[in-house]
Structure formats: structure tokens, C-alpha cells
């Protein structure tokens, strides 16, 4: 109505993967995981409802999980799913964890410490250093006046920087909103035509899920329910 260029992201986490292998240990390298079986349904599920939606540019973080997740959700549209690594998820650190490590204290709850001063994610990448990552990711993707509606497929942590941006919450978005698996975000920015600033940004919906819409079957976030996974004799 003022006169502002109203474009639309549609953001995307990717399927349901596996972290965690059968004794309870993590996978040697969590770069590499493809979806699971019911990660592929649910990226079909999402395709069904997202079937017809028009979409002018569409990118992923590069990491097979976002890259198939993405393919399986865009079908047969005539359009290029680039990988944009800049939304590569947050990372755990690279050594096994040691033998007192508190999977309770580091893991479960991990997310809701982002804000602390020097937090880590499970001694890995520094939560700041991240979000500062995402955000200048999204600014660079919205330097791009080619497209009009985005879709973009990442990950949990990703899109939590993302809202966070874009919601103004900032780091403690970690903890506050959950994404699940194959979750899909939808957020308008109104951009005034003539000096490319953002005047209004809108998140018209977040966290839509196909296969389990109300969130029947999910009661705790990811990082809860890897803890539980990891809390065994060994540990």
C-alpha cells in the first residue's frame, strides 16, 4: 500500500535423518546423511501441500539431506536447486565426545544457552559467530532483486538463526522456536522500491508440518530426544 515490493521466503528444514547409529554413538561424519525412510515421506507429504506453489529461485546449504529434501518438494518444476553453503547448519565439534560428558547439560538443552556469553553448540561452533553466518546469508540472498518468491532448504539451527533475524529475538530464538523435520516457514519482507531497504519483515506462518500437522507425535525438540538417544550405559 505505501509502495514497498513485497517478496516472500519460503523456508524449509530439511527430512528426517539419522544422527545417531544403532549402538547410540554418533555418525562418524553427520555431513553426509541422507534422509531416512521417514524423512522421504515426509518430503513427499510436503510436496503434495506445496504442490502449485510458484517459486522463482530456489537454494539449499549443499548438504544432501537439504539437496534431496529440496528435489523431493520442488518435483518435476523446470527450476535449479543451487547449494548456497553459507546456510551449512551450526557445528558440533570434530572429536568424540569425551567419557563424563553431559549429554543432559550439553545436549538436551543445548539451544536455550545460544544467548550466554562464548556459548558453543556441543563445543563446536560459536552460537554468535553463527548467527552473524545466517544473517548475512538471508541479507545476501535479499541483495538478489531477481527473484520474487525463494524457497530455500536448510536446516534446524539455520532456520532458527533465520527467525531470529527476522523476528528481532536475536540468539535466544535458539531455544524458543521449534522446527521440526521437514517443517516449512513463510516470511514476507516489504522492501522500499527505491533504496532496497527492508521496511517490514512478516512471518505469516512457521513450523507447518505435513505429516503430523498439530504435533501429535512430538512432544520434545531434536536436541532432546539425540539426548535421550545418547544416554546409554557407556556414556
Excluded at 513427499?44 to 523431493?72: H, K, P, Y
Excluded at 522492501?191 to 532496497?196: H, M, Q, R, T, V
Aim: with cysteine; glycine share 8%; hydrophobic share 45%.
Amino acid at each position: 500500500m505505501d509502495g514497498a515490493r513485497r517478496r516472500r521466503l519460503y523456508l524449509f528444514r530439511h527430512g528426517a535423518v539419522d544422527y545417531i547409529d544403532g549402538d547410540g554413538d554418533w555418525v562418524p561424519d553427520p555431513d553426509v546423511v541422507e534422509l531416512n525412510a521417514r524423512g522421504r515421506a515426509q518430503a513427499q507429504a510436503m510436496a503434495d501441500l506445496f504442490a502449485g506453489v510458484a517459486v522463482d529461485r530456489t537454494v539449499c546449504s549443499g548438504l544432501m539431506r537439504t539437496r534431496q529434501t529440496g528435489a523431493a518438494i520442488l518435483g518435476d518444476r523446470p527450476i535449479e536447486l543451487e547449494d548456497y553453503p553459507a546456510l551449512e547448519e551450526i557445528r558440533a565439534m570434530n572429536s568424540a565426545a569425551p567419557l563424563d560428558y553431559d549429554v543432559t547439560a550439553d545436549v538436551a538443552f543445548s539451544h536455550w544457552r545460544a544467548a550466554d556469553p562464548d556459548a558453543r553448540f556441543l563445543g563446536g561452533e560459536n552460537y554468535a559467530a553463527f548467527y552473524a553466518r545466517i544473517c548475512r546469508a538471508i541479507d545476501s540472498l535479499l541483495a538478489d532483486e531477481s527473484w520474487h518468491d525463494l524457497a530455500v532448504f536448510a536446516h534446524g539451527g539455520t532456520n532458527a538463526a533465520a527467525l531470529g533475524y527476522i523476528t528481532g529475538t536475536g540468539l535466544s530464538a535458539f531455544g524458543l522456536f521449534d522446527q521440526a523435520t521437514c517443517c516449512l516457514n513463510i516470511v514476507d519482507f516489504d522492501i522500499d522500491a527505491e533504496s532496497g531497504v527492508i521496511v517490514r519483515k512478516t512471518l505469516r506462518a512457521m513450523n507447518i508440518t505435513a505429516d503430523d500437522p498439530v504435533m501429535r507425535a512430538r512432544h520434545a525438540g531434536d536436541m532432546e530426544m539425540l539426548a535421550g538417544l545418547l544416554q546409554t550405559p557407556s556414556r
